[in-house]
């Protein structure tokens, strides 16, 4: 099987990821006044499944899996139905903050960063489906 080069979608994925990220910023200020809000949830688990997904499929497979943990979270809180709990907000912030800063390296840079230590810590610390 042959490798596909997925150069010439580089600039799609920068520019949709750094929508995900936008939108992402606004989902977590919404749960700052309203923890409980299913809509907002939802959005949220839905905007990082999609960055993530899109991360994998263009081979940056840290940057996918750490939005992967986050994922993991918001769908448990979707399907529990259960609030946010903004305990986790700091944790949640940095790691899509360092979601952000792989982005722009993979623009500047043409590599992603290795997140593999936001990842365990995170992992560590969010509760529900692992």
């Given at each position: 099987?042959?490798?596909?080069?997925?150069?010439?979608?580089k600039s799609l994925?920068?520019?949709?990821?750094?929508?995900?990220?936008?939108?992402?910023?606004?989902?977590?200020?919404?749960?700052?006044?309203?923890?409980?809000?299913?809509?907002?949830?939802?959005?949220?688990?839905?905007?990082?499944?999609?960055?993530?997904?899109?991360?994998?499929?263009?081979?940056?497979?840290?940057?996918?899996?750490?939005?992967?943990?986050?994922?993991?979270?918001?769908?448990?809180?979707?399907?529990?139905?259960?609030?946010?709990?903004?305990?986790?907000?700091?944790?949640?912030?940095?790691?899509?903050?360092?979601?952000?800063?792989?982005?722009?390296?993979?623009?500047?840079?043409?590599?992603?960063?290795?997140?593999?230590?936001?990842?365990?810590?995170?992992?560590?610390?969010?509760?529900?489906?692992?």
């Amino acid at each position: 099987m042959s490798q596909i080069d997925l150069s010439s979608y580089k600039s799609l994925y920068i520019k949709t990821a750094r929508e995900y990220l936008e939108k992402l910023d606004a989902n977590l200020a919404s749960l700052k006044k309203n923890s409980g809000d299913l809509v907002v949830i939802t959005q949220t688990h839905l905007n990082i499944h999609s960055l993530g997904s899109q991360s994998y499929a263009m081979g940056y497979n840290s940057t996918g899996a750490l939005c992967q943990i986050i994922e993991s979270y918001f769908h448990f809180l979707k399907e529990s139905n259960t609030p946010f709990d903004l305990k986790y907000l700091a944790d949640v912030e940095t790691s899509i903050r360092k979601v952000r800063e792989s982005v722009t390296n993979i623009d500047r840079l043409d590599h992603e960063l290795d997140l593999s230590l936001n990842e365990t810590n995170l992992f560590e610390k969010l509760p529900g489906e692992s």
